[in-house]
DNA sequence: ATTCAGGTGCGAG
DNA sequence: CTCGCACCTGAA
């Protein structure tokens, strides 16, 4: 089948029908992926993945360990995309997004991670957000036996002084980081519980930390929690559904993002990463 | 040099 | 509750 001469060692996982390794990786929900040529290099928990897309297939070039490739699945791929995509498509809108957008999948990410990485993106650009992830992991983040480095403990973000968080270009967000980590650290914030929460409870939770408002709780919820019916809305998303959906009449987000659960019940996440990933595109995105 | 992109928190009404 | 505004920094 594959037509790439590859060790027998690299660990070769088929991926779901129609994933797309690309367009899941850079769609906005995870900010430690970086490509060079057909390579992607990211860390998931605590192990650096080296990854190359192949005919329906994700070649683990690195590590090269069964056991880390099947984390790596359960990250990478833990929905039907196949049911999904058929059943949104039913969407006329939709319909016509899913050509560009299809094959991607929301991730399963670390709790934590997506909760620090989510309260940066406040009022900022998903490259910004990059950077100074990129910066706190350089900084506070365990070196890895492989190489990388692991997202930073919430100690040692509860633990980092105003001098090192402004070296990771965090504006204004610093402090909320550092009051977030210390409520984590000091065991006032469970954030692996939030899991096991309903995700109303979950968002109310949420919203009570410092620096996240409903947007950042529904990511948090989306992408770290695995509640797919979570709706965030941000600025594209509030553009793709005013206009696409109802003439170009402007809405709260709130009302878009109740009009949007009662639409689309538990896929309503995916029909945001949808729209998302098509406004954003079409919106001069490079 | 100037302008722009991006959610949250807060005070005022 | 809703509204209007300040906030920080890399890129264009």
Redesign the pocket.
């Not at 993106?121 to 650009?125: E, I, K, L, V």
């Given at each position: 089948m594959s037509t790439l001469a590859a060790p027998r060692s690299v660990p070769r996982l088929t991926a779901p029908r129609g994933f797309d390794l690309r367009r899941t990786l850079d769609s906005g929900q995870a900010f430690r992926w970086t490509w060079e040529g057909g390579v992607a290099t990211g860390v998931v928990e605590r192990t650096r993945f080296r990854l190359v897309e192949d005919d329906g297939a994700v070649m683990v070039l690195e590590p090269p360990d069964a056991a880390a490739a099947a984390r790596l699945a359960a990250y990478l791929w833990p929905d039907d995309l196949q049911l999904i995509e058929g059943a949104l498509g039913r969407d006329p809108e939709l319909a016509r997004t899913l050509p560009h957008t299809r094959g991607i999948a929301i991730l399963r990410q670390d709790p934590w991670e997506t909760l620090a990485s989510f309260v940066l993106?406040?009022?900022?650009?998903v490259?910004?957000i990059r950077?100074s992830v990129r910066g706190l992991c350089a900084r506070y983040g365990e070196a890895l036996p492989v190489g990388g480095r692991a997202f930073p403990t919430p100690e040692r973000l509860a633990a980092a002084t105003p001098r090192g968080l402004?070296r990771c270009?965090?504006?204004?967000?610093a402090p909320?980081l550092r009051a977030l980590a210390r409520e984590v650290a000091d065991g006032r914030l469970e954030v692996r519980s939030l899991g096991a929460l309903p995700h109303d409870e979950a968002r109310a939770r949420l919203?009570r930390?410092?620096?996240?408002?409903?947007?950042?709780?529904d990511c948090v919820l989306l992408f770290g929690l695995g509640h797919r019916g979570a709706f965030p809305v941000?600025?594209?998303v509030r553009r793709a559904v005013e206009r696409r959906y109802f003439g170009g009449r402007p809405m709260?987000?709130?009302e878009i993002r109740e009009w949007a659960r009662a639409r689309w019940g538990d896929l309503a996440g995916y029909a945001q990463q949808h729209l998302f990933e098509y406004e954003?595109r079409a919106?001069g995105?490079?």
């Open positions: 993106s406040s009022f900022n650009t490259k910004k950077l402004a270009s965090l504006g204004y967000r909320y919203l930390l410092p620096g996240v408002g409903e947007k950042v709780a941000d600025v594209w709260r987000p709130r954003r919106g995105i490079a």
